[in-house]
Nanobody, 125 residues
């Protein structure tokens, strides 16, 4: 069973930065990927970004390209989400996720198997 624990959420002013972390525990199986979703108040959950453990490729939603960066630390089994130039519309609960994917972009097409509990990110005007 894969367990995911998020950290790093908080309150930041528009234009600022935050870094989220997602620590994971095994098993780590073939075609494994981790990523991030978010859900704003009154809106549906949306895909943000993902990284493939198999090929180390990444994929980003258009709304965060150029502002958000996903990267991993294999020694800690941790994935990070660096968020820069934050906007009020980025305010949401951010969820770490993991599942069986051959490529990072596939997480945008099929929901992951495993989810963290979420961490709140609030961007003030």
């Amino acid at each position: 069973q894969v367990q995911l624990v998020e950290s790093g959420g908080g309150l930041v002013q528009a234009g600022g930065s935050l870094r989220l972390a997602c620590a994971s525990s095994g098993p780590f199986f073939r075609n494994y990927a981790m990523g991030w979703f978010r859900q704003a108040p009154g809106k549906e959950r949306e895909f943000v970004t993902a990284i493939s453990w198999t090929r180390s490729n990444t994929y980003y939603a258009d709304s965060v390209k150029g502002r958000f960066t996903i990267f991993r630390d294999n020694t800690k089994n941790t994935v990070y989400l660096q968020m820069d130039s934050l906007k009020p519309e980025d305010t949401a609960v951010y969820y770490c996720a993991a599942g069986r994917y051959a490529a990072a972009r596939d997480m945008n097409n099929r929901d992951p198997e495993y989810w963290g509990q979420g961490t709140q990110v609030t961007v003030s005007s």
